[in-house]
């Protein structure tokens, strides 16, 4: 069992919710609409516009408007504007924690952890928006000179998951604006809050007010059909499932959209028998529990090593169950609710599949309370075939298979359609650089469990998509390539 009493999970600290609430009466909402629930205690927090098909254009049209005026702005007036946006979010950081805690479910330590990294990717790319881009070069067969400049792809579509409402809208809206783009934004309906709210803040810091366009809508798939076929919309940048990016490249391909798509994982978690253990531990707790599993980089399917598995196994099982488990905005929480009921009766189901084919329960199992949240789980020797061993789990459960060699665990890393993280321990640099080159993975955390920086380019292979966000390459996302061809007169 998890370290707290059942009858107490869903117990927030009043003030917390108080200072989140005081944030959504702020917001321009609408009194009907669509639902935004907490999913700690399932009340219902807020109702946000549900926009039509027709609304949508419209946005299109006044974001694309304001982002013709906006391409014509230096790369100094947006590094000033997106420098004062960043300060306005560390100034709110914890309004906005407190807020995506209490739409999202995520305890308080974490939300201010997303708020910081949210936050970084608009430093970062207020500072890319004034680095040189482009080039010089001669001919190689004399005559003529050629010069490579970038300008902005043009209106962008950005389509975001629930379990990162700040980091992830930064993460595409920052470089946009960097590269000189208007956008228009979809956060899910889900946690749309925070989305809103950083965007209030964006246009307190000098971003037109048409610019960034919000758009909630409870037809996901009528928006997108919509408006990836409008001839205004140039770029289309989604974070979700790799079933709906599938989805979204189909109908981008119609238009020749420039896209970037971060999708499903199914990350390896290696554990060699010459790790620092304690390191280990560490790392794999961060890597399975961060955001209660819900995240695309999550650990899914954990390889340890037969000579160190028996003390890896129980070091992690005990980890777990002191885990205190409540709502996101109660005092000392390190586990909130998964995001919703299906989320929960998804793990069990998970759990009682592995156990029934073979694998060893240590830790958890089950769900808590009244079913919106579910025990910090341990699966022992979980069978290749189980359903955990396949999917991506999405939630709280460690599951672990055990390898004798080292091609053993490459081979079974590399078994899955997807490639968008991967983690690696041991205590030798040879073996991490090595294994680290021979998975098929975009990102690869060696002996640490949150690889993800606003200075890296995020993103995967395979299934797990294409594009990158973050570093230099993503504000790449945002632009395209000319070059012009200058003729040079023929030396005397």
């Not at 790790?275 to 529990?289: C, P, Q, S, V």
Request: aromatic fraction near 6%; hydrophobic fraction near 45%; include cysteine.
């Amino acid at each position: 069992m998890s370290a707290i009493a059942t009858d107490a999970l869903i117990a927030h600290d009043a003030s917390a919710v108080a200072t989140a609430d005081a944030v959504i009466a702020g917001l321009d909402l609408h009194a009907e609409g669509i639902g935004v629930d907490d999913p700690a205690t399932g009340e219902r927090i807020a109702h946000i516009a549900d926009i039509d098909v027709d609304g949508a254009l419209r946005v299109v049209e006044t974001a694309d408007a304001a982002g013709r005026a906006w391409a014509r702005t230096t790369p100094r007036e947006r590094a000033n504007v997106l420098h004062a946006w960043h300060a306005l979010l560390v100034e709110r950081t914890e309004e906005l924690a407190h807020l995506i805690s209490r739409e999202m479910g995520k305890p308080l330590a974490e939300a201010r952890g997303e708020v910081k990294y949210g936050s970084d990717f608009v430093r970062w790319y207020a500072e890319e928006a004034v680095r040189p881009a482009g080039g010089f070069r001669d001919a190689p067969d004399g005559g003529a000179s050629i010069l490579t400049r970038r300008a902005p792809v043009g209106l962008s579509v950005l389509i975001t998951p629930w379990n990162f409402p700040l980091a992830m809208a930064t993460r595409k809206i920052a470089p946009a604006l960097a590269a000189g783009c208007a956008a228009v934004v979809k956060p899910a309906t889900a946690t749309p809050l925070t989305t809103i709210f950083a965007v209030q803040l964006a246009v307190q810091a000098g971003v037109p007010a048409d610019l960034v366009q919000v758009v909630t809508t409870s037809s996901s798939s009528r928006f997108s059909e919509a408006v990836l076929r409008d001839p205004r919309v140039r770029k289309v940048s989604f974070t979700g499932s790799t079933e709906v990016g599938r989805t979204l490249m189909r109908l981008a391909s119609d238009n020749v959209l420039r896209s970037s798509m971060e999708l499903g994982g199914n990350a390896p978690f290696l554990v060699f028998d010459d790790a620092d253990i304690e390191r280990a531990i560490d790392g794999a707790f961060a890597a399975k529990l961060r955001n209660g599993g819900q995240s695309c980089i999550g650990a899914n399917r954990f390889f340890v090593q037969e000579g160190i598995a028996d003390a890896f196994v129980e070091g992690l099982a005990e980890r777990f169950r002191q885990v205190k488990v409540g709502g996101g905005l109660g005092a000392g929480t390190v586990l909130g609710p998964l995001i919703d009921t299906r989320a929960v009766e998804q793990m069990g189901a998970f759990t009682s599949d592995a156990v029934e084919r073979g694998a060893t329960l240590l830790a958890g199992g089950e769900a808590l309370g009244d079913g919106r949240f579910f025990a910090p789980t341990v699966l022992d020797r979980v069978p290749a075939d189980a359903d955990l061993a396949r999917e991506e789990i999405f939630g709280p459960i460690a599951a672990i298979q055990r390898f004798s060699t080292e091609a053993e665990a490459l081979e079974r890393a590399n078994d899955t359609e997807f490639g968008l993280a991967a983690y690696v321990f041991t205590e030798s640099l040879d073996r991490a650089l090595d294994v680290a080159d021979r998975l098929e993975s975009g990102i690869v955390g060696i002996n640490q469990g949150v690889p993800s920086n606003a200075a890296a380019p995020f993103g995967g292979v395979k299934q797990s998509g294409l594009g990158r966000e973050g570093s230099a390459e993503g504000v790449e996302e945002y632009q395209s390539v000319r070059f012009y061809n200058i003729a040079r007169r023929a030396s005397s």
